[in-house]
Protein backbone atom coordinates (compact mmCIF):
# COMPACT_ATOMS: atom_id res chain seq x y z
CA UNK A 1 0.00 0.00 0.00
CA UNK A 2 1.22 3.27 -1.13
CA UNK A 3 1.76 6.27 1.17
CA UNK A 4 2.20 10.00 0.68
CA UNK A 5 3.30 12.40 3.05
CA UNK A 6 3.66 16.17 2.19
CA UNK A 7 6.01 18.43 3.98
CA UNK A 8 7.28 22.01 3.36
CA UNK A 9 4.48 23.95 3.88
CA UNK A 10 4.21 26.97 5.67
CA UNK A 11 4.24 31.04 6.05
CA UNK A 12 6.00 33.35 3.11
CA UNK A 13 5.96 36.60 2.25
CA UNK A 14 4.36 37.50 -1.32
CA UNK A 15 8.19 36.85 -4.19
CA UNK A 16 8.84 34.21 -1.74
CA UNK A 17 10.28 30.47 -2.55
CA UNK A 18 8.51 27.42 -0.96
CA UNK A 19 9.63 23.64 -1.95
CA UNK A 20 7.07 21.16 -1.02
CA UNK A 21 7.88 17.23 -0.84
CA UNK A 22 6.01 14.09 -1.72
CA UNK A 23 7.71 11.35 -0.12
CA UNK A 24 6.26 8.06 -0.20
CA UNK A 25 6.56 4.60 1.91
CA UNK A 26 5.81 1.32 1.16
CA UNK A 27 6.87 1.91 -2.94
CA UNK A 28 8.86 3.77 -4.89
CA UNK A 29 7.59 6.45 -7.07
CA UNK A 30 9.14 5.90 -10.04
CA UNK A 31 6.01 3.92 -11.84
CA UNK A 32 3.61 6.50 -10.62
CA UNK A 33 2.48 9.90 -12.60
CA UNK A 34 2.35 12.41 -9.67
CA UNK A 35 -0.19 15.25 -9.54
CA UNK A 36 0.16 18.25 -7.28
CA UNK A 37 -3.29 19.51 -6.43
CA UNK A 38 -4.34 22.64 -4.02
CA UNK A 39 -7.86 23.60 -2.22
CA UNK A 40 -8.35 27.53 -1.27
CA UNK A 41 -11.07 28.34 1.29
CA UNK A 42 -13.92 28.69 -0.67
CA UNK A 43 -12.62 27.31 -3.30
CA UNK A 44 -13.02 23.94 -5.49
CA UNK A 45 -9.76 21.75 -5.56
CA UNK A 46 -7.57 21.97 -8.65
CA UNK A 47 -4.47 20.99 -10.06
CA UNK A 48 -1.14 22.97 -10.31
CA UNK A 49 0.88 20.37 -12.50
CA UNK A 50 1.83 16.88 -13.14
CA UNK A 51 4.88 14.99 -13.21
CA UNK A 52 4.50 12.00 -15.12
CA UNK A 53 6.08 8.85 -14.47
CA UNK A 54 8.03 9.57 -17.35
CA UNK A 55 9.54 12.78 -16.04
CA UNK A 56 7.46 15.26 -17.75
CA UNK A 57 6.05 18.00 -15.79
CA UNK A 58 2.50 18.90 -18.11
CA UNK A 59 -1.02 20.08 -17.10
CA UNK A 60 0.27 23.45 -15.74
CA UNK A 61 -2.52 25.75 -14.01
CA UNK A 62 -2.27 28.47 -15.78
CA UNK A 63 -1.52 31.07 -12.59
CA UNK A 64 1.50 29.04 -12.06
CA UNK A 65 2.84 28.74 -15.32
CA UNK A 66 6.66 30.06 -15.05
CA UNK A 67 6.66 29.74 -11.00
CA UNK A 68 6.39 26.52 -10.22
CA UNK A 69 8.03 22.89 -11.55
CA UNK A 70 8.36 19.73 -9.99
CA UNK A 71 10.87 17.19 -10.02
CA UNK A 72 11.69 13.73 -8.77
CA UNK A 73 14.15 13.15 -6.17
CA UNK A 74 17.42 10.88 -6.41
CA UNK A 75 15.99 8.45 -4.01
CA UNK A 76 12.73 7.91 -6.18
CA UNK A 77 10.31 8.04 -3.05
CA UNK A 78 10.39 11.94 -3.57
CA UNK A 79 8.75 14.55 -5.77
CA UNK A 80 9.36 18.00 -5.27
CA UNK A 81 6.86 21.21 -6.33
CA UNK A 82 9.34 24.40 -6.42
CA UNK A 83 7.21 27.23 -5.98
CA UNK A 84 8.54 30.62 -6.86
CA UNK A 85 7.43 33.85 -6.66
CA UNK A 86 4.40 33.10 -4.80
CA UNK A 87 1.83 35.32 -4.47
CA UNK A 88 -1.44 35.77 -1.71
CA UNK A 89 -3.52 33.64 -4.32
CA UNK A 90 -1.67 30.81 -3.88
CA UNK A 91 -2.65 30.13 -0.81
CA UNK A 92 -4.22 26.93 -0.05
CA UNK A 93 -3.44 23.28 1.14
CA UNK A 94 -1.71 21.14 -0.79
CA UNK A 95 -1.81 17.95 -1.90
CA UNK A 96 0.31 15.39 -3.76
CA UNK A 97 -1.71 12.04 -5.51
CA UNK A 98 -0.49 9.11 -7.20
CA UNK A 99 -1.71 7.18 -9.81
CA UNK A 100 -0.52 4.30 -11.58
CA UNK A 101 -0.73 5.81 -15.20
CA UNK A 102 1.15 7.07 -17.89
CA UNK A 103 -0.28 11.03 -17.23
CA UNK A 104 -2.24 12.26 -14.62
CA UNK A 105 -6.31 12.37 -14.75
CA UNK A 106 -9.31 12.92 -12.87
CA UNK A 107 -8.55 10.10 -10.47
CA UNK A 108 -6.00 9.41 -8.42
CA UNK A 109 -4.76 5.91 -6.82
CA UNK A 110 -3.78 7.18 -3.66
CA UNK A 111 -3.36 11.01 -1.77
CA UNK A 112 -1.39 13.00 0.74
CA UNK A 113 -3.11 14.56 3.84
CA UNK A 114 -2.21 17.93 2.70
CA UNK A 115 0.29 20.69 3.73
CA UNK A 116 -0.61 24.15 4.56
CA UNK A 117 0.77 27.09 2.01
CA UNK A 118 -0.14 30.84 3.24
CA UNK A 119 1.48 33.89 1.62
CA UNK A 120 0.98 36.83 3.32
CA UNK A 121 1.77 40.45 3.32
Known amino acids: QLQLVESGGGLVQPGGSLRLSCTASGHTLENYSIGWLRRAPGKAREEVLC????????RFEDSVKGRFTASRGNAKNTVYLQMNSLKPEDTATYYC??????????????WGQGTQVTVFS
Open 97 to 110: AAVSREQCGDEFDY
Open 51 to 58: MTRSGEVT
